[in-house]
């Protein structure tokens, strides 16, 4: 499997949320970040296990896989509810993914934290989405809401 067929396999098992097919895609030793997580190894399949148990609303597509050299760019979106304030949220996020292996090695995540903390937040979002410190709490918010979850589940420990 290509690089590019791994990336689009990986997508299609995001859309339809499973998190086992897209555990399988990473090398164990790989390395994810966006606006939120910075995560090394099995943190990085917990992430994805934990969104697609949580999003039940979840709707994921994606389009534009590009490879060039070693690395696969591609484009996706996610429409969802955020539980903490029950509002719709519809993210546009640009990836980039480096390899080893033949399984993802690195995968960075991009996309306007200020667009979406407006979304997600509503006023305070929009006011302080700009902020560091708003950010660096959504960051340790989602970091305790992971190590829960890995804590809950001995498979990532």
């Known amino acids: 499997m290509s690089n590019k067929e791994l990336i689009i396999s ?4 995001f859309g339809v949320k499973d998190f ?3 555990g399988e895609c990473y090398h164990k030793e790989a ?3 966006d606006e939120v ?4 190894g099995k943190e990085v399949k917990a992430m994805w296990h934990m969104l697609c148990l949580r999003g039940k609303d979840l709707e994921v597509t994606f389009a534009n896989v590009q490879e060039s050299e070693s690395i696969v760019t591609a484009q996706w979106e996610a429409k969802y509810i ?3 304030s029950k509002r719709m949220v519809h993210n546009k996020i640009s990836a980039q993914f480096k390899f080893k292996d033949g ?3 690195e995968h960075k995540d991009s996309f306007s934290f200020w667009k979406w ?7 305070t ?3 302080l989405g700009w902020t560091p410190m708003l950010k660096n709490k959504v960051s340790e918010q989602a970091a305790n809401s992971l190590n829960s979850f890995i804590s809950a589940h001995p498979e990532y420990q």
Do not use: H, R, T, W
């Open 117 to 123: 903390s407006g979304q997600a937040l509503g006023f």
């Open 31 to 33: 390395f994810f970040e």
């Open 103 to 105: 399984k993802i090695i």
């Open 125 to 127: 979002g929009v006011l």
């Open 20 to 22: 086992k097919k897209m």
């Open 82 to 84: 955020f539980s903490a």
């Open 37 to 40: 997580f910075k995560l090394n």
């Open 10 to 13: 990986f997508y299609k098992a």
